[in-house]
Nanobody
Framework: QVQLVESGGGLVQAGGSLRLSCAAS????????MGWYRQAPGKQRELVAV???????NYVDSVKSRFIISRDSAKNTVYLQMNSLKPEDTAIYSC????????WGRGTQVTVFS
């Protein structure tokens, strides 16, 4: 059974940084795409950043040049380094992984205050 466990969310002032981590199990699986989605109150879930099994990243335009996604395939872990955070980045961030279907974590809250 696939499980995704996020960590690293929290409360941060605008302009600050946070790093999210997501550990996927079972570790023996080789996941395809992994990444992060977010959902702000009253809004639909949106893709933030994903990274392919070969390491190719893709970002939503609003986070380009501020967020960096990376993965450690040996550990089945994906990271999201978030810099220059803005209040509009406030959302629940959920880890995503694809292996014989789509899998989601429970999410971690990120709150950015001005």
């Amino acid at each position: 059974q696939v499980q995704l466990v996020e960590s690293g969310g929290g409360l941060v002032q605008a302009g600050g940084s946070l790093r999210l981590s997501c550990a996927a199990s079972p570790r023996g699986f080789r996941f395809n795409t992994m990444g992060w989605y977010r959902q702000a109150p009253g809004k639909q879930r949106e893709l933030v950043a994903v990274v392919s099994s070969s390491g190719t990243p893709n970002y939503v335009d609003s986070v380009k040049s501020r967020f960096i996604i990376s993965r450690d395939s040996a550990k089945n872990t994906v990271y999201l380094q978030m810099n220059s955070l803005k209040p509009e980045d406030t959302a629940i961030y959920s880890c995503y992984a694809r292996w014989l279907g789509d899998h989601w974590g429970r999410g971690t809250q990120v709150t950015v205050f001005s």
